[in-house]
């Protein structure tokens, strides 16, 4: 089995920093990958590489078999790699149902303006991360941390990924609210989504993960099952900051 992505050695600097220092890691088809580390270990810079937010210092990204390096971020999307932020970002002058419409077409703004809205596809994303009528006609700036992470799941989802880089959904969210996008997660899994989930809350990774890469100082660190990584004493090491 090919992986569906690679990283080969993939270095960033930011001038005298090193963010992501010739980090190598893949996921298979299918598969759902925790990464985890310390903060400033470099996870989302990770992510901005792999969409092309940020440029690759040295080192090459292979994405179905074929190196993405000089694809430009709306083109991975179209590919089907799609990931949400740490930070939610929706757009706030628009309610839940267009920032939904958008991510049904990200790659063209245009076609958004000019073709009629589809409320039943875009109600049916919005009830799938748990967004009733109410919801769905709700601006941003009304919505809680909680349903601000569903948007962004709905989002995502909405442009129909093969691949989704998933950054921090749990933070700030309820012990119920991890339970909802967790079922989430678990159902897209079962239609073959392939994802990497980026999390501080390892007791919420754990269902989640086939495997874990554990990173620190932009290097891997450790690698294996959710259990073997955790009993890694280098990755018990960095998280005490020893
Ligand atoms: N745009 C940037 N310019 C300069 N340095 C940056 C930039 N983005 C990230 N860094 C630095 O790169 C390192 C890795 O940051 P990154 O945000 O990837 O860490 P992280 O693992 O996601 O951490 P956290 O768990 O806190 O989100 C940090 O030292 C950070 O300060
Ligand atoms: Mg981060």
Same mark, same amino acid.
């Given at each position: ?118 409320p039943d596809a875009?109600m049916a994303i ?27 799941? /709905? ?11 998933? =950054? %921090? +959904?749990? &933070?700030?969210?309820? *012990?119920? $609210? ?35 890469? /554990?990173?620190?100082?932009g290097a891997l ?5 959710? =259990? %073997? +990584?955790? &009993?890694?004493?280098? *990755?018990? $090491? ?5």
């Amino acid at each position: 089995m090919s992986p569906l992505l690679e990283l080969r050695n993939i270095t960033k600097r930011f001038g005298g920093l090193t963010a992501v220092n010739e980090l190598s890691y893949h996921v298979e088809e299918g598969e759902s990958l925790g990464l985890i580390g310390p903060n400033g270990a470099g996870k989302t810079t990770t992510f901005n590489l792999i969409m092309d937010e940020f440029q690759l210092t040295s080192g090459q990204i292979i994405y179905r078999g074929t190196n993405i390096e000089k694809l430009p971020t709306h083109k991975r999307v179209q590919e089907g790699i799609v990931r949400t932020y740490q930070v939610p970002r929706p757009f706030h002058e628009m309610p839940v149902s267009d920032n939904i419409r958008i991510g049904m077409m990200p790659e063209n703004i245009g076609k958004m303006i000019a073709e009629a809205p589809d409320p039943d596809a875009e109600m049916a994303i919005a009830r799938s991360v748990g967004f009733g009528e109410r919801e769905f006609a709700m601006y941003p700036g009304e919505l809680s941390m909680g349903d601000l992470r569903r948007l962004e799941l /709905a989002r995502t989802i909405a442009a129909g990924p093969k691949l989704l880089l998933l =950054d %921090e +959904v749990f &933070a700030g969210l309820t *012990v119920a $609210e991890i339970g909802q996008i967790t079922e989430l997660l678990l159902e897209k899994r079962k239609d073959g989504l392939t994802y990497i989930i980026v999390s501080h809350d390892l007791r919420s990774l754990a269902p989640l993960v086939d495997r874990v890469v /554990a990173m620190s100082f932009g290097a891997l660190l450790s690698e294996g099952s959710f =259990d %073997e +990584v955790l &009993a890694d004493e280098k *990755v018990q $090491e960095a998280y005490l900051g020893t």
